[in-house]
């Protein structure tokens, strides 16, 4: 069997034959080779092979279809072709071949036997498609799925990480969870929500029971609190309960809401919380406070009878109690101010302005033109609400108790001289005391105490404030900084 010049071969059709005009011609790799020939050679080849592997059909003509090997070809890809070969059997395969320039690509091969009219082998044809974009897509979109899968795992698990941290930390915190379709009135109760009311973990309950459950005094508010929860920001409501056992109870509930593309509030989801025990402790340390500031009160009143009574005998002490009454009475007002609202009552301390507090406070500490010759106030005013007024009124207390004690009230002549700045959001307050003479280091009080620690409590933890300090041989100056904004709480 000879080949012609156009890569043909005796018996291959002509020009006349219209299979093989189409097979030479079609923009498909196509190959035949004879495996009646030693190492089943290429006996024909088309031009988009030529085109596909960078050969010259004069390069490929009479030799094994190995040459397209390489390095990343898969043996065992090799292996199932050489054996359809010698099975005289059909195979399709994908194959990694190598061009001529040595570059890789995805050869997709379908090969078929031939046989004679007697039913002999007598050729193998070859179509080859070059699928590496194909392939690499895939393995692209395989790649894809596999980092998809990778991350939906891993959010998976951090989602049961979450969930299992909640339930330990609402099982912990005896916090129950609720959810509440405010469309169709569903709720949904964990069991320690439940148990939150006195129910029992398998009972029905439902948003009429929850109802049922709240003390007739705050069921309206309640009920409207749940019909209308349109609010800013998270609903949070308290109320009384009655347990099925007739024990009165009280309960926090609180949620975020989950509203509709028109603002309406859809849903409700929080947490509940038995806070019973909470508010009994609040009640029994407001009774002891208010117990302890009556006891004050009247240490005040037996003070002040006792100087009236002393008085009365000696009309020369008379002026001096009279001052030390005056004195009293000021540090009766002055104890009004450092005495949390919950000791008297649950009064409210009525917002005032940062002078007004220090006029207040520093009016025990002399008569009043005295006052007035050994303390200037001078700067910016700034007002100061109730949550800041205890915390505020105690820091002047310690430093006008100091300046008394060891400093510039406590010396013939001594000054004290306090400076109100504005800084942007904040205040600065400068305390500073002048002694007329030098003092000597051994009345240079260092401080360390009690009182220092009040006034770092009072300063950094409550009003989250600076401040610092430094002694000098003519007296002390005690620097403040607060929020503004913090002040006027």
């Known amino acids: 069997m000879t080949l012609d010049h156009g890569g043909t071969f005796a018996g291959f059709g002509g020009d006349s034959d219209p299979f093989a005009a189409a097979v030479r011609a079609t923009g498909t790799p196509m190959i035949i080779t004879n495996p009646r020939l030693a190492d089943n050679p290429l006996v024909f080849v088309n031009d988009a092979f030529c085109q596909l592997t960078g050969y010259d059909r004069e390069e490929v003509i009479g030799r094994n279809c190995r040459f397209l090997q390489g390095p990343q070809s898969d043996p065992a890809v090799v292996d199932a072709i050489r054996a359809a070969v010698r099975q005289g059997r059909a195979i399709a395969i994908d194959v990694r071949n190598h061009r001529k320039d040595g570059s890789v690509f995805w050869?997709?091969?379908?090969?078929?036997?031939?046989?004679?009219?007697?039913?002999?082998?007598?050729?193998?044809?070859?179509?080859?498609?070059?699928?590496?974009?194909?392939?690499?897509?895939?393995?692209?979109?395989?790649?894809?799925?596999?980092?998809?899968?990778?991350?939906?795992?891993?959010?998976?698990?951090?989602?049961?990480?979450?969930?299992?941290?909640?339930?330990?930390?609402t099982g912990a915190g005896r916090m129950g969870l609720w959810d509440l379709d405010l469309i169709s009135g569903e709720l949904t109760a964990s069991s320690v929500f439940r148990e939150n009311f006195g129910r029992l973990a398998a009972e029905a309950f439902d948003l009429p029971v929850l109802l049922d459950a709240v003390h007739a005094d705050d069921r309206r508010r309640v009920r409207e609190a749940f019909r209308n929860p349109d609010v800013d920001g998270d609903f949070a409501i308290e109320f009384q309960i009655v347990r099925p056992d007739t024990a009165i109870g009280f309960i926090q509930m609180r949620a975020d809401i989950t509203r509709g593309v028109d603002g309406a509030p859809l849903r409700l989801v929080g947490v509940s919380m038995d806070i019973s025990e909470r508010l009994k402790a609040n009640e029994e340390k407001s009774l002891l406070l208010r117990e302890l500031a009556h006891r004050i009160k009247n240490m005040f009143a037996v003070v002040d009878g006792v100087i009236s009574l002393s008085a009365r005998a000696d009309a020369a002490a008379r002026p001096f109690a009279d001052a030390l009454r005056t004195r009293l009475f000021g540090l009766g007002r002055a104890m009004a101010y450092v005495t949390p609202p919950e000791a008297v009552g649950g009064s409210e301390v009525a917002p005032q302005t940062l002078l007004v507090l220090l006029h207040v406070l520093l009016e025990p500490y002399g008569d009043l033109d005295s006052l007035h010759r050994r303390v200037t106030v001078s700067g910016d005013d700034v007002r100061i609400g109730r949550a800041a007024t205890t915390s505020m009124a105690l820091i002047i207390n310690e430093l006008a108790t100091n300046a008394l004690k060891y400093g510039a009230l406590g010396h013939a002549g001594g000054t004290v001289r306090i400076e109100m700045t504005k800084d942007g959001d904040d205040v600065a307050v400068a305390w500073c005391e002048h002694v007329s003479r030098t003092l000597a280091v051994t009345e240079v009080v260092q401080g360390g105490g009690f009182g220092s620690i009040l006034l770092e409590n009072a300063v950094v933890r409550q009003l989250r404030g600076q401040w610092s300090r430094e002694w000098t041989a003519t007296g002390l100056q005690t620097n403040l900084r607060f929020s503004q904004a913090r002040l006027a709480r």
């Not at 004679?116 to 193998?124: H, I, M, N, P």
């Not at 498609?129 to 899968?149: G, K, M, S």
Request: charged fraction near 30%; hydrophobic fraction near 40%.
């Open 107 to 169: 050869n997709r091969l379908q090969m078929a036997p031939v046989h004679d009219a007697g039913g002999d082998l007598s050729y193998f044809i070859a179509s080859q498609f070059d699928v590496t974009a194909e392939l690499q897509r895939l393995e692209d979109l395989e790649r894809h799925n596999a980092d998809l899968a990778t991350e939906s795992a891993r959010r998976l698990q951090a989602q049961r990480d979450s969930e299992q941290r909640l339930r330990f930390a």
